[in-house]
């Protein structure tokens, strides 16, 4: 009867597998609930900046994009100026900022093009969430496929 017991009794006790199985499902479910407060109290940090863009001295040349090539492209040039507070951006998760500037044109070819032409990267810890910036000059070569900016 004693040796009926004690093997009834090793028979009930959680082994090392079930023991690990349930602290692995408690610490889980933690930082599962963690991650929704996370979430949550980011998501509802709606910031909207103030930004300023304007445009100047907008023109089109026909060069070359590549030497080696003799086909002439549409290339487009533009000033703008910037300013924007982007301070109500930056929260205990955002570390940086991409910001860029695109443009977006129509030929007969394509309805929908879209150019990146100018960006920067702004980081949380410099402080300097601010842009005021004049006549700058696209970072980028704005070419078109053809002659379809003229």
């Not at 991409?98 to 044109?105: D, G, L, N, R, S």
């Not at 990146?116 to 990267?121: A, G, R, S, Y």
């Not at 810890?125 to 006549?135: A, F, K, L, S, V």
Request: charge should be positive; hydrophobic fraction near 40%.
């Amino acid at each position: 009867n004693k040796q009926l017991s004690t093997r009834r009794l090793k028979m009930t006790m959680h082994n090392f597998v079930s023991r690990a199985n349930a602290v692995f499902a408690y610490a889980f479910s933690c930082i599962a609930i963690a991650t929704f407060f996370c979430f949550v109290t980011a998501y509802f940090d709606q910031a909207t900046p103030n930004v300023l863009l304007s445009v100047n001295d907008v023109s089109v040349k026909s060069a070359r994009q590549y030497h080696h090539i003799t086909t002439r492209f549409d290339r487009g040039y533009l000033t703008f100026n910037l300013r924007a507070d982007l301070a109500p951006l930056f929260n205990w998760n955002t570390k940086e900022l991409f910001i860029y500037v695109t443009a977006e044109y129509a030929t007969p070819d394509n309805r929908f093009n879209e150019v990146i032409v100018w960006d920067k990267i702004l980081q949380r810890h410099t402080g300097n969430h601010r842009i005021d910036m004049d006549d700058i000059h696209l970072k980028y070569p704005f070419f078109d496929d053809g002659n379809g900016l003229r």
